[in-house]
């Protein structure tokens, strides 16, 4: 029997999904965290970009309603837990069986 060594695309790959839980609360606010602090640090490049083009009103407007929303959107996204993934669980599927179409002779007594 011959052992095939471990390479790193093996160490590295996805492990296969067994169940149909739903990651865990501390990885859910993790990742709304993540999403929280990106939305509201995008706010901050467009404020500071409305005041690099002010000679450009229109460009800085652009800029100012951009800004505008994404504290809702942000907040909005961080209390939000996020759906279900349509994920294929790997479960053991046996053959059915089949209830017997034979008919059988009744004897009446």
Known sequence: MEVKPVTEHDRHADPVLITAAAPSYDDELAARKRH????MGMRIPCLVLAGVFYHTWWLAL????????????AVL???????????????YQRE???IEGTTHRVIDG
């Open 36 to 39: 929280y602090i990106l939305t």
């Open 62 to 73: 652009a800029f100012i309603v951009l800004s505008v929303p994404l504290p809702w959107i």
């Open 77 to 91: 996204r961080a209390n939000d837990r996020p759906p279900r993934k349509a994920e294929q669980v790997n479960r």
């Open 96 to 98: 059915p069986t089949a």
